[in-house]
């Protein structure tokens, strides 16, 4: 079991679940949020990542109750979410149909559920939620809940799943049980997080290496433009690149050649394709360079040409983040994680300079200036 590590989501956590369930926690677990360095849209099409967690934890509090079910609250969610059973979860399906359900409590009820498909029946428990990941921003604050959420349930039910196991448990939930059709990125890049480390991830067969991060300041920048992974440009994303695979008669795009691919395909589909070839060979010369203490700005400047010109999943408040990182010096920066909103992610600025010259060029159009953090390359999930 990895060391504990206290957060004050896990003390809020605890907190939460005495005030609610009137009793003091059996055990607390957290799960951070990730970041990415480059491979975005990889994951799905079988390629290459570089994720790494952030220090930013979801924590989630459990205590054994009187059965039956399971009751929950969460900080930042008004509901309660309850469910009486009887096995609800078990192979029964996505949990979005099932009414009285708040959002936030499918991501509870498909924790169950994945840890019922393993074989790990959960006690009747109270559950209790906070985060410090922000929801909606790119840095995968569902992927977060749910392998929190496994991992205390899990350890309440006497089991201690390992990392591999634990995402793809939190994988099944988001896909199956929560009705989001995500790829691995967020659930490896999580439970596999190193502290000061990325993940080279392969997706065709989860393998996966720890790659020194280089020093130097790492920030997010909340454009606060929301996206919705389980609707629009996202889903049809994929299944874009599901077409372009079929057309080309390869199992997916990481098999796809770029003169296949050039030759092969026309219009969008071989722009959608065309990113995903080359945003593989972006994240391969990544990993060399970082091991070869060698700068890889230029990667990331053209991964973010790639998935605004030619994937067609950013957005202008992106653009500008980008764009006004550059113009400030930045090593390199570009959107990260689904797009259509959410956070970029900029090397090499300090988080003063780079607010401050946000909040002009935004508030000279009209918008709230987007939240810049620095975030530190943290480890994975761990009892608090
Ligand atoms: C979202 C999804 C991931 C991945 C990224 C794009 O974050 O959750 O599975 O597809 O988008 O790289």
Redesign the pocket.
Known sequence: MPPSLSSEPAGRAADLLRRRSGGAADLVWQAPGRA?LI??????NGGW?LPFAIDRVTAVAVRRRDGPGLRAWSAQEPEMLVWSGPAPLGAAGPTTANPGVPPWGRYVLGAVAALAGSGVEVPAADVAIDSDVPVGA?V?SSAAVLIATIAALAALAGAEPGAASLAAMAHRAETIHAGVP?????HLGIAHATPGHAALIDFSTGAWEPVPLQRGPLLVVDSHVRHD?AAGG?RRRREECAQAARLLGTADLRAATREAVESGLEGSLRRRARHVVTENGRVLTAAGRLRAGKPLGDLLWASHASLRDEFEASCPELDLIVDTSRSLGADGARMM??GFGGSALVLGLPAAALAGALASAFERRGQRPPAVWEVAAAGGPAPA
């Open positions: 990415n491979g975005e849209h990889t994951d799905y990542a790119g995968s995500v790829g691995w990125l967020d992974n996202y994680g689904g």
